[in-house]
């Protein structure tokens, strides 16, 4: 499989590569991720869940971050494995470049190869459910690296450090995780309202 596309991204050139390192980022923004855990220095262990057209798996792999020329660009090379579902490994070279001070230009060029069941059930129908999944990771990443540059945006200050990168992370991930983690913030911000309607 191969895998070639270019993104344009509301952010400047540095937050974006920063967002791409960051793995808390990654795991919001990866449809289906589980976790990213440390494994070495640049590499990390890795758990999803996928469904490849009828073949629904978990998979876990390792990843590493290799060619590391920030904040330009990084290969990644990944492996795992889905039980019976099969294997995927391959790698992928990403590139940043800016366009403009607010916007920048992220392309990478993906091959990889599958096995098991994965192989089997066709190329087209890998080949869609990768591009499937790369668009929605790109639709998530790009609203929460520019949620905290957009006017009047809820997110807090950039001065705010790691605690304004969690809020924005809570506020877009998906709808179960945030659920599962930020039900009581929702409550709060829910009677924050309340409260200042009934003042109105």
């Not at 494994?39 to 290799?66: H, I, N, W």
């Not at 607010?102 to 994965?118: H, I, M, N, R």
């Not at 450090?161 to 809570?170: C, F, I, L, Q, V």
Request: net charge negative; charged share 25%; hydrophobic share 40%.
């Amino acid at each position: 499989m191969e895998l070639t596309e270019t993104h344009t991204l509301p952010v400047a050139q540095q937050r974006t590569w920063d967002a791409l390192n960051d793995m808390e980022i990654l795991r919001a923004c990866i449809p289906g991720c589980e976790s990213i855990d440390p494994d070495g220095e640049d590499a990390y262990q890795v758990a999803l869940s996928a469904a490849v057209g009828p073949v629904k798996a978990r998979f876990k792999g390792r990843m590493q971050l290799t060619d590391i020329d920030a904040p330009t660009s990084y290969t990644i090379v990944f492996e795992g494995q889905g039980g019976a579902a099969g294997f995927a490994k391959g790698n992928a070279r990403v590139t940043l470049e800016a366009d403009g001070d607010d916007a920048t230009k992220l392309s990478y060029t993906a091959s990889a190869q599958v096995g098991g069941k994965l192989a089997q059930i066709g190329s087209r129908l890998v080949d869609g459910a990768a591009r499937k999944i790369a668009g929605e990771f790109f639709k998530r990443f790009g609203v929460l690296v520019g949620a905290d540059t957009e006017p009047g945006a809820d997110a807090a200050p950039d001065n705010a450090g790691p605690a304004a990168d969690s809020t924005a992370r809570d506020n877009t991930a998906s709808t179960e995780a945030a659920d599962e983690s930020s039900g009581g913030d929702a409550t709060k911000r829910k009677k924050s309202w309340t409260a200042w309607i009934s003042k109105s």
